[in-house]
Structure formats: structure tokens, C-alpha cells
């Protein structure tokens, strides 16, 4: 009520008169030193010192950066690229020489097909060569949008997108879905699209022994233990796990009714990477799924490059619509860059009719790769690492005489003899400083349906040759 | 030296028009036509009158004319009202779906993965199921034809309010093409570029299935590489199939932990992912704003690395030639003049510029007049100006030479497929007038 708010203030104006004198000097110090608190400036410790002008110029002059990029000696290894001249296809011209194509993953052979050469042709005649812009601007083509329905009727999912760089589809479709906070299972030997897609994605990433179920179960135990300590964080933290199909670095496969088995025990997503196997494992060349008989629903993502069996450029994801449309806003590498060239496109499309007017190349692909598998074994000072049914295998040294460096030499050694007579093969190559689980350095045979039996012949008796000569 | 306050060219408020160099009220890229807003600005730019010369006219061989139309506060008011009703309506129709009332048409969970974590959060898909899909019929129409001056749509109709599509059979045809970038025309599919790509797809195959350390490399692309250099004046050049790759792959190999990135506002999201991915501090300065620019420049090499305060390895610029979203040129002879100074490294994404700016189509560097050597990593596409698909990086010779070894897409992704190559090459040597034509 006013007059009680009057009353109070006029208690409080005598209050002021009748009050002792020091008492009202005292209160009137500590208000001014209050006000002089409240107005100085605060100093954090660590930067009590103010550089001087002429200080902040003297360091500048004074800094040297490093050099841009290190100096390469003349002879690093990876310096000077082998050159083909010509069309990398069965019979390939490297540096000058025609030789036997071992190292190219053309497995099914579509490189120098002239059905996908002629579609390729007919496409550039009606769209050109390039898109000229991202698939949002203008840049989404009917061939695009058939690529992918018949991608999704191939693999029998309800939706696929396409990719133009086979490097980024699974750089781009990890850190789609998977964000900060969340909790991603690994393989050990995970190739390195997979291990950029986990760096971007800024998840949490445990890795499990290439293969091994245990510790993969072991590490899920772990989790749920942790999940029931905090259930409100668990509720919202999503976990995946992430295999290759077949693994390019060890040529061996997932077990995949296994992790089909601990997904819906442990209620963690799937996504299976399946580059090497997609058009080569399976009846009709569906891959892995089909291989094992796993329902391809289980599997959530999908994702391959057509850059190997399919003799094109880019890239897929296939999987249910629930997840493969929310790649349409937030893949980056879909909806920042250029779509994938239409002729490319067109080639893949031959290509998958190809393959699925003749299931019966699969089945010479696999005979060939157990020929192969079996004619590479015994060779004295080198091991064969793969799966028989594997088209891309490892040739590691037996021994390894400590350094990596001198193993590469032993090895490039052996490449170059075998490609003085004729036989093409190339080392397996990595970034040595940039993986996480570096495998040893070792040389790739690739099994094409092209190769006949005496081109396989000729490679194996030359490889013997070679380290029976070189390795001593 | 050059710095001083007063070199914003024709802002702080002269004519109302005028906007101060920088942000714009609303950036929302994606829903903007943004081919249209920069030819728009292009357009600005010659027409209209400097109030104040430029303080570096030293710099400048010509004055840098750019300004930026002023939203008016109507249009700003009535959009972010717009987004209010929709979101409610958004919250509306969620509810009504919750409740069955209304059928529900967006793609659901399989049953035996309901007790899952779900893996979208409600509210990130909550902006594509209310607003997007409602707006979804205005862009992404399928082109059926060569993305040129004029292009055939492929017609669609929604029935159930744009969830799915329906295509009719039926193309739209002779449509005006204001959304591809096809800045040169290079985008045909007659004439001697298509013709080259058609022998070389017949001869050489459409994939190579290998990577350039193994035995992809093959001799059109040694030879698209020197071409590519001599067109840029510079020692040694190495390309990569797809642009936004160029720069999520190649920026690791250059910095790493220690150095410093120094990042334009506006950068595209493919040189933000090479920084975040490369591990590196970031230090963010203000669009095209030199003395943000200089100002953290300083700040970083007198106070060194944060908190132990080691002197930074190496600070690297990142700007872009054309910023696509905003249609403004960089400020080329002052960065340059920067980096000289603070000894600094500068990385120019010339996407947009190559081929498009400068006398003799050679980009943002020609533009301006200067040498290329002073960029010491030009990086490019080749998808806007030279109608084929990919990214390239130039410079000294050392630094391609270490790309060659070090660089993750050499390692690990297939090499360019040779048409593609082919249309590069003789695209190209059309702009350079190598071809004996005068067409470029």
C-alpha cells in the first residue's frame, strides 16, 4: 500500500539522520570501493604482461613458418607413376610394354565391353560430357534417376543413391547419420573411405580384431553395461556397426549372420561397405547378402563403388527409403557436388544389364579365383593372403626382415622383374603415416574373367621365377 | 604499409543502397536460386557509381566495384513470420499424424527395429517432413537433354502434395537455362569437344578401375596436367576426379596439428571439411574484411599456438576466387599483400572463377592482373567453365610433387575417366586458342 511504502521510507530518512557519523563514512567508503571494484578492469594472470608495439613487430619479423610441403627426394617410391598408354583393359601397355592385366579390379571384365562403350557413346551424343552443376541445381538427369531405381531393383531394396567419386560415398554417408556423441563399431581393417567417413562424423569409434565376433561382443557387453549406468544419454546415443563386405586390405570376408545375430541382440544399426564384393559374391552378383542368404533388410546401409566390377565411375548406397533419403539433405558429397557425368552413368546401367542377363559370368569369375588361389599357393618366400573365392589377393613376404621400407623394395623388385616379362602387377599401396591399422606391404593379384588359363600360367610361373631369383 | 582503416570501398552508410562488406540478413542458401542472385550481383556491379575511390587504388589496376542490395525490413519481417506459421502448422500436422487423424506418408522404421535409438532426432527431419515437402516441386526437376543455353524438363505431378512424384512421360522442352553452370557453353554434345570425348571413350573405355599410384595413371592424364599448368602460368598442376573431394582430400596432406587455417566466413562446405578433417585450428575471419584478416594474422603470430604459445607451424588463407552463395570476387591484390607480409601460405578455390574472370579466361588471378606464383596452392574445377567433372591443384613444383605421394586420393580413389579427361583437354586448348580456332 502506498502510505505503508511511505511510512517505511520515512523510517529509513530518519534512520539516516539519527546514525552515528563514523557509521555513515564507513558505508560511504565501502560503496566507492564497491563502484571502483565493479568499474576496473579485470586482468586474467596469465596475460599480466601487455606486449608493446614495437615488441608485436619484432616477433612478427622474427617468425619463420615451416615450408609449405616437405622436400621429396628424387627417388621416393611413389614419386614416378607407372604410365598406360591406351586403354586399361586385358592386354595393357605400361611404360612401353604390353602385358598381362593383373592389377586393374576390372573383375568382370565390362572395362573394353563395346555394348557399354556404344550406351557411354550414345549418351555423350544427347547430354554431353559434364553435368554442370550439384544434383539440386539442375544437375539430376533421367539416367541418373534410372541408375537408381534399377541399383534398387538389382540389390531388391527400396531406394538408392548415387555418388560421383566412389571414395566419397562412404566418406559422406557415415557422418550423415552418424553425429558427436554417437558410438560406431569398426573392423580393424576398415579401408580409408571408412576411416575418413569416421573422422568426419566426430563419433565416439571403437575398434574390434578384423573378424573377430568376440571382441566385437565383448565391446557391445561393455556398452550396454555403460547404457545401464546412464539410461536417459543411452536413449539417444545411436551405435552402428561398420564392415566391408569384402575387405580390400585382407581379402577376406565379414561374417555376416554373426552380426546380423548381434545387431538385433545389442540393438545396434549395420552398415556394410561393399565395394569389392558387389557384382562379384552371390549367385546373381548381389554380394555378400546373397552369398550368406541374409535378409537385405537386416542390413540398414549398403554402400559400394561401381568402380570395380562395374566398370564406371562413383559410387551407391542402397537400403530401405527410411534411410538412404536422409542422404538427399544432409550427404555432403551428394548435395555439394557435381552429379556424376551421364555417359558414366549410362555405362553403369549397361553394365547392370549385363550382369543380370548373365548370372553365369559369376560363376566363371569364382572358378577362375579358385584356379588362381590354388596355383599362387607354395610359392617359396611369399604367403597368399585371401579367401579361394576372393578376385583380389595379397601376396605378403613370408618373412618380413623388420622394415617396412626394405619390404617394399623386396616387393617392387618382384613387380618390376614380373613386369619386364610381361605380367602386370602393382603393389598395394597406403598412406603409411595416415592408417590407423597399417597392414603389411604386399603385392595384388587381381582375377579378371578375361585371363585365360595359360595368361595364368605364365603370371604364376613368372612370379615363382621372380622370387626364387630376388628373394634369397 | 597498405593497411588502413578507410578501405572499404563505398560503404558505412553512403547512399542507403549501399551495404557495409559482409554478412546479409539471411543466408538460406539452399532455397535461394543462387545462379540467379549472382548473375544479379555481376550485373550490379558494373552499373553502379563509386561514391569513394579505393584507398589501395596502388593495388587495383582497375577500381573493385561490388555492392550488395540492402534487404528491405518488410521482406526480412514477413519471411520470419512465414517460418513461424509454418512451424506451428508443422507442430499441427506432427500432432495430428501422432494421432492418426491424419495419414502419415513419410517412410517409417522397420517393425522388429521399433525399440531401437531412433536414429534421426525428431527435430532434424522435422524442417524436411513440415517445410521442405511442401516446396520440394520448385527444384530438382530431372533434365533430359544437354544442360545448354536451352534444356528439356521432364514433367511431374504430385497427387498426394509433392511426397511422390509421378512422371507423365511427357518433357518440357526449350526451357531458358538460368540454373547450370555452364559458363562457357562448353556443355555440348556437337561439336569438336564432343567429338574428341567420343573417340576417346571408344578407344580408351569409359572406367579405368585402378588408382593413380597403381596403374591408373594413363598418358592422356600426363598430359591434361601439363596442359593444365601452362594454361595457369605455373610450375606443375595434378587433378582429381571430383572437386569437393579435391578439398576434403588434399587440405589434410598440406596442414595438420600445429598449423593455423585462417578461413573466409562464407567458404564452401568442401574447404570446411578439409580443415576440420585436416586437424588443424581454425580461425574463422569476416567475408572479404582485410583487417579482420590482418588482425588475426597478427594476433596469431605474436601469441603463437593457444595456451602453450609455440610459435604455429604454418598459417594457411582459404579463399575462394567466386564465393558462389554471395557472388563476390575476393580481394585478391590485398591478400596477397598480406601473406607477403605476415609470410603466410594462401590456398585460392577458384571453382566459380576459372575460365570465367580475366581477359584471357585464366580466373581471378588474371582478373586482377597478378602473378600466379604468389598463390601458392591454386585450386580449381572443372566442372563450371569446361562442362566435364573433377578438381585440380597447381602450383611449384614441390608441392605437386609431395601431392603425388601424399595426397589420399592418389592412394586410395580411382583416377578421372578419359572422356572426361578428353573434354578437359580439348576444352581447354580451345580457351588457350591452342586449337587454331578463335572461338575461346
Redesign the interface.
Given at each position: 500500500m502506498a502510505s505503508g511504502q511511505q511510512w517505511v521510507l520515512v523510517e529509513m530518512v530518519q534512520a539516516f539522520y539519527e546514525a552515528p557519523a563514523y557509521h555513515l563514512i564507513l558505508e560511504g567508503i565501502l560503496i566507492l570501493w564497491i563502484i571502483r571494484l565493479l568499474f576496473s578492469k579485470t586482468y586474467k594472470l596469465h596475460e599480466t604482461y601487455k606486449?608493446t608495439e614495437r615488441e608485436?613487430e619484432d616477433?612478427?619479423e622474427e617468425?619463420?613458418?615451416?615450408?609449405?610441403?616437405?622436400?621429396?627426394s628424387k627417388d621416393?617410391p611413389?614419386?614416378k607413376?607407372?604410365?598406360?598408354?591406351?586403354?586399361?583393359?586385358h592386354k595393357?601397355i605400361?611404360n612401353g610394354k604390353e602385358c598381362i592385366?593383373f592389377?586393374?579390379?576390372?573383375f568382370l571384365g565390362?572395362?573394353?565391353n563395346e555394348r557399354?562403350?556404344e550406351k557411354?557413346?550414345m549418351s555423350?551424343?544427347?547430354?554431353?560430357?559434364?553435368?554442370?552443376?550439384p544434383?539440386?541445381?539442375?544437375?539430376?538427369?533421367?539416367v541418373?534417376?534410372e541408375l537408381e531405381n534399377r541399383l534398387a531393383k538389382f540389390m531388391k531394396t527400396?531406394e538408392a543413391i548415387i555418388y560421383?567419386?566412389?571414395?566419397?560415398t562412404m566418406?559422406s554417408a557415415i557422418p550423415a547419420?552418424s553425429k558427436r556423441g554417437d558410438m560406431i563399431f569398426v573392423d580393424e581393417a576398415a579401408?580409408?573411405?571408412i576411416q575418413?567417413g569416421l573422422?568426419?562424423s566426430r563419433s565416439f569409434i571403437k575398434y574390434f580384431k578384423h573378424n573377430d565376433m568376440e571382441d566385437l561382443e565383448r565391446l557391445l557387453k561393455e556398452q550396454e553395461l555403460e547404457d545401464q549406468k546412464n539410461p536417459r544419454k543411452?536413449?539417444?546415443?545411436?551405435?552402428f556397426i561398420v564392415v566391408e563386405g569384402m575387405y580390400i586390405n585382407t581379402a577376406d570376408i565379414c561374417p555376416l549372420p554373426e552380426l546380423v545375430k548381434l545387431k538385433?541382440r545389442y540393438?545396434?544399426?549395420i552398415f556394410l561397405e561393399e565395394s569389392m564384393s558387389f557384382g562379384v559374391l552371390g549367385e546373381h552378383g548381389k554380394g555378400v547378402t546373397e552369398h550368406f542368404g541374409v535378409n537385405i533388410?537386416d542390413i540398414d546401409l549398403i554402400s559400394a563403388?561401381m568402380?570395380?566390377a562395374v566398370?564406371?565411375?562413383g559410387g551407391f548406397c542402397c537400403g530401405?527409403?527410411?534411410?538412404i533419403?536422409?542422404q538427399r539433405?544432409s550427404g555432403?558429397?551428394y548435395?555439394?557436388?557435381?552429379s556424376?557425368?551421364p555417359?558414366?552413368a549410362a555405362?553403369a546401367i549397361e553394365a547392370l544389364n549385363i550382369m543380370e542377363e548373365d548370372p553365369g559370368i559369376f560363376i566363371v569369375l569364382r572358378e577362375k579365383c579358385k584356379h588362381v588361389y590354388k596355383a599362387l599357393q607354395g610359392i617359396p618366400g611369399l604367403k597368399l593372403v585371401g579367401e579361394p573365392f576372393a578376385p583380389a589377393l595379397h601376396l605378403q613376404l613370408e618373412k618380413s626382415s623388420g622394415s617396412r621400407s626394405s619390404d617394399m623394395q623386396l616387393l617392387r623388385s618382384i613387380v618390376d622383374y614380373c613386369l619386364e616379362r610381361k605380367v602386370?602387377l602393382?603393389?598395394?599401396?597406403?598412406?603409411e603415416k595416415?592408417e590407423r591399422f597399417l597392414t603389411p606391404p604386399s603385392i595384388?593379384v587381381v582375377v579378371t574373367v578375361k585371363q585365360k588359363d595359360d595368361d595364368i600360367q605364365k603370371a604364376v610361373s613368372c612370379i615363382r621365377e621372380a622370387a626364387s631369383v630376388l628373394l634369397k | 604499409m597498405t593497411e588502413s582503416p578507410a578501405s572499404k570501398p563505398a560503404s558505412n552508410g553512403e547512399g542507403c543502397l549501399h551495404a557495409r562488406n559482409g554478412l546479409k540478413p539471411e543466408r538460406n542458401g539452399?532455397l535461394k536460386s543462387?545462379?540467379q542472385q549472382s548473375r544479379h550481383r555481376d550485373r550490379n556491379r558494373d552499373e553502379e557509381e563509386l561514391h569513394a575511390a579505393p584507398h589501395h587504388g596502388d593495388l587495383y589496376n582497375r577500381p573493385f566495384l561490388e555492392s550488395f542490395e540492402e534487404t528491405p525490413m518488410l521482406v526480412a519481417v514477413l519471411t520470419y513470420m512465414g517460418y513461424g506459421i509454418l512451424t506451428v502448422f508443422g507442430y499441427l500436422r506432427d500432432f495430428l499424424r501422432h494421432w492418426k487423424i491424419e495419414r502419415c506418408h513419410i517412410?517409417?522404421?522397420?517393425e522388429?527395429?521399433k525399440?531401437?535409438?531412433?536414429?534421426?532426432?525428431d527435430f532434424e527431419?522435422f524442417y524436411?517432413r513440415n517445410l521442405?515437402m511442401r516446396i520440394r516441386d520448385n527444384?530438382?526437376?530431372?533434365?533430359?537433354?544437354?544442360?545448354?543455353a536451352k534444356?528439356d524438363l521432364?514433367d511431374r505431378v504430385s497427387h498426394d502434395y509433392n511426397w511422390t512424384f509421378e512422371y507423365t512421360g511427357r518433357t518440357v522442352k526449350a526451357v531458358i537455362?538460368l540454373?547450370?553452370?555452364?559458363y562457357l557453353g562448353?556443355?555440348?554434345?556437337t561439336g569438336r569437344?564432343?567429338d574428341a570425348?567420343?573417340e576417346v571413350?571408344?578407344?580408351?573405355?569409359?572406367?579405368?578401375?585402378?588408382?593413380?599410384?597403381?596403374?591408373?595413371?594413363?598418358?592422356i592424364h600426363?598430359e591434361m596436367e601439363d596442359l593444365l599448368a601452362r594454361f595457369l602460368g605455373v610450375e606443375s598442376a595434378m587433378a582429381f576426379?571430383?572437386?569437393?573431394?579435391t578439398n576434403?582430400?588434399n587440405i589434410?596432406a598440406?596442414t595438420g596439428k600445429g598449423c593455423l587455417i585462417l578461413s573466409d566466413e562464407l567458404n564452401?562446405?568442401?574447404l570446411v571439411?578439409g580443415a576440420?578433417?585436416s586437424g588443424s585450428t581454425i580461425r574463422v575471419f569476416k567475408h572479404n574484411n582485410m583487417q579482420s584478416l590482418e588482425k588475426l594474422l597478427?594476433e596469431a603470430?605474436?601469441h603463437g599456438q593457444p595456451r602453450t604459445h609455440r610459435?604455429?607451424?604454418?598459417?594457411l588463407i582459404m579463399v575462394e576466387g567466386i564465393y558462389s552463395m554471395e557472388g563476390s570476387i575476393v580481394r585478391l591484390p590485398e591478400v596477397i599483400a598480406l601473406k607477403r607480409r605476415?609470410?603466410?601460405?594462401l590456398y585460392l578455390d577458384e571453382a566459380h572463377s576459372i575460365g570465367a574472370l580475366g581477359p584471357r579466361g585464366r580466373g581471378v588471378v588474371d582478373h586482377f592482373g597478378l602473378d600466379p606464383r604468389d598463390v601458392?596452392?591454386m585450386m580449381g574445377?572443372?566442372?563450371?567453365s569446361?562442362?566435364?567433372?573433377g578438381g585440380y591443384i597447381a602450383g611449384k613444383r614441390?608441392?605437386i610433387?609431395?601431392?603425388?605421394?601424399?595426397s589420399?586420393?592418389?592412394?586410395?580413389?580411382?583416377s578421372?575417366?578419359?572422356?572426361?579427361v578428353e573434354?578437359i583437354i580439348t576444352s581447354m586448348k580451345c580457351i588457350m586458342g591452342e586449337d587454331g580456332t578463335t572461338i575461346g
Open positions: 606486449l608485436k616477433l612478427i617468425w619463420q613458418p615451416d615450408l609449405l610441403v616437405p622436400l621429396i621416393h611413389s614419386l607413376y607407372n604410365i598406360v598408354s591406351g586403354p586399361p583393359s595393357i605400361v592385366n592389377a586393374s579390379f576390372n565390362l572395362l573394353d557399354v562403350k557411354a557413346l555423350l551424343k544427347k547430354y554431353g560430357v559434364g553435368t554442370c552443376g544434383r539440386g541445381f539442375y544437375g539430376t538427369f533421367d541418373h534417376l527400396e560421383s567419386y566412389g571414395f566419397a566418406a547419420y579401408c580409408f573411405s575418413k573422422q568426419a543411452a536413449r539417444v546415443t545411436r551405435k538385433y540393438k545396434v544399426r533388410d563403388n568402380e570395380n566398370a564406371s565411375i530401405r527409403s527410411f534411410v533419403d536422409h539433405l555432403q558429397g548435395c555439394f557436388s557435381a556424376l557425368p555417359m558414366l555405362a602386370a602393382t603393389l598395394a599401396q597406403y598412406l595416415e595384388r | 539452399f543462387l545462379q517412410a517409417r522404421e522397420k522388429e527395429q525399440d531401437f535409438v531412433p536414429l534421426y532426432q527431419n524436411t521442405y527444384w530438382n526437376r530431372p533434365v533430359c537433354s544437354v544442360p545448354g534444356m521432364v537455362n540454373g547450370s553452370y555452364n562448353f556443355a555440348e554434345n569437344c564432343a570425348a567420343a571413350s571408344m578407344a580408351y573405355g569409359v572406367g579405368v578401375a585402378s588408382t593413380r599410384q597403381e596403374i591408373g595413371n594413363l598418358d600426363e576426379g571430383m572437386g569437393f573431394a576434403s582430400m589434410p598440406l564452401h562446405a568442401s571439411l576440420r578433417l597478427r603470430i605474436v610459435p604455429w607451424k604454418k598459417i605476415y609470410r603466410a601460405y601458392d596452392v574445377t572443372f566442372t563450371k569446361f562442362g566435364a567433372a614441390e608441392l610433387d609431395y601431392l603425388r605421394c601424399h589420399h586420393s592418389a592412394v586410395y580413389a580411382t578421372m575417366s578419359p572422356p572426361v573434354q
